[in-house]
C-alpha cells in the first residue's frame, strides 16, 4: 500500500459521501493506521474517545525499577507504548476489562504507578488508548487483505472477511473498541476525521457501486455491509452461530458481489 493510498480509493480528494456520492479513499495510510499528534485527542472512526488528554509530552524516565542486570525496563519515551502494549496483551490472553487495573499494569512491567498515572490518569484514560490500539490492529490487517486482493470486489470482501476474523481472533479487544467508541452517526463524521478503518469501507463503497450512486445509495449499502460483518461476528462471539473461513468468505463476498450488481 503505498504511502497515503489504498487500492479501495478512487481520485476524489475529499474522502467523504458528497452530493455526487462518490468517497475517496486517500485519506488510508500505509498499514491503516492513523498517527496521533501531541495535544490531539485519539480518534475512533471519526469520534473522540472518553480519553483526550494527550500525556505524549511527559517526560517518562523517573521511577524506571531496574532488570537484574542493572539496566532499565524501558528507555525514555516509550513508556506510554509498553504499557498500552501490556494492556492489549492482558486482554488478549483472557483478562476481563473489569479486571484489568494500571497497578497491575504498572506490577507487570516494572514500574511504578506513579509513572503510569502521569500517562493515563485513570482506567478509562486506558481503555480509550487500548481501544483505539484495538482498532489501529483491526485497520492494519483489513488494509494488508485489502493489498493482496485482485480488483476492488476481492478487496472490499477482504476486508469484511478481516473484520470478522479479528474479532473471533481478538473477542475483548473487538468489544472494547465499540464499548469505548461514543454514540453518534458515524457516517455523519468528515471523512478528514474518520479512523482508516471507517475510511476504507466508505472508500470500497465508492469503488464497487456504480458510479452514478449517490450519497443515499451508497450510505445505504455501506451500513448494510457494516451491519452484516458486525451482525456475523457478534452472534459468532456470543455462541449463537458457529463459522469457519470458508463460511464467512461466501457469506461477505456474497454480499460485495451483489452490491457490484446494485
Not at 34 to 59: D, H, Q, T, W
Not at 231 to 240: F, K, S, T
Request: hydrophobic content about 50%; some cysteine.
Amino acid at each position: 500500500i503505498g504511502q497515503g493510498h489504498h487500492p479501495l480509493a478512487n481520485d476524489r480528494a475529499d474522502g467523504g459521501f458528497d452530493g455526487t456520492g462518490h468517497a475517496g479513499g486517500s485519506l488510508l495510510k500505509q498499514g491503516g493506521q492513523r498517527s496521533v499528534g501531541r495535544g490531539e485527542p485519539p480518534l475512533a472512526f471519526g469520534c473522540e474517545y472518553v480519553y483526550s488528554i494527550n500525556m505524549a509530552g511527559k517526560v517518562n524516565s523517573v521511577n524506571i525499577k531496574k532488570d537484574a542486570d542493572g539496566r532499565g525496563a524501558y528507555h525514555h519515551g516509550d513508556l506510554r507504548g509498553a504499557l498500552i502494549r501490556a494492556g492489549v496483551a492482558a486482554l488478549d490472553s483472557g483478562v476481563a476489562v473489569d479486571a484489568l487495573s494500571l497497578r497491575a499494569l504498572a506490577r507487570d512491567i516494572g514500574v511504578s504507578p506513579t509513572a503510569v498515572y502521569r500517562h493515563f490518569p485513570d482506567k478509562a484514560a486506558l481503555l480509550a488508548a487500548l481501544a483505539l490500539a484495538a482498532l489501529d490492529r483491526m485497520g492494519d490487517r483489513q488494509a494488508k487483505a485489502a493489498a493482496a486482493a485482485a480488483g476492488p470486489v476481492a478487496a472490499f470482501s477482504a476486508m469484511g472477511v478481516e473484520y470478522v476474523r479479528f474479532a473471533l481472533d481478538h473477542p475483548a479487544l473487538f468489544r472494547l473498541i465499540w464499548t469505548m467508541a461514543p454514540a453518534g452517526d458515524l457516517f455523519a463524521v468528515p471523512a478528514a476525521q474518520s479512523h482508516p478503518a471507517m475510511a476504507g469501507l466508505r472508500a470500497g463503497i465508492a469503488a464497487i457501486l456504480p458510479r452514478e450512486a449517490n450519497g443515499e445509495a451508497q450510505r445505504a449499502a455501506a451500513l448494510a455491509c457494516w451491519g452484516l460483518v458486525h451482525g456475523l461476528a457478534m452472534l459468532a462471539l456470543d455462541r449463537q452461530i458457529q463459522l469457519d473461513d470458508a463460511i464467512i468468505a461466501r457469506i461477505v463476498g456474497g454480499l460485495s458481489r451483489t452490491m457490484e450488481r446494485a
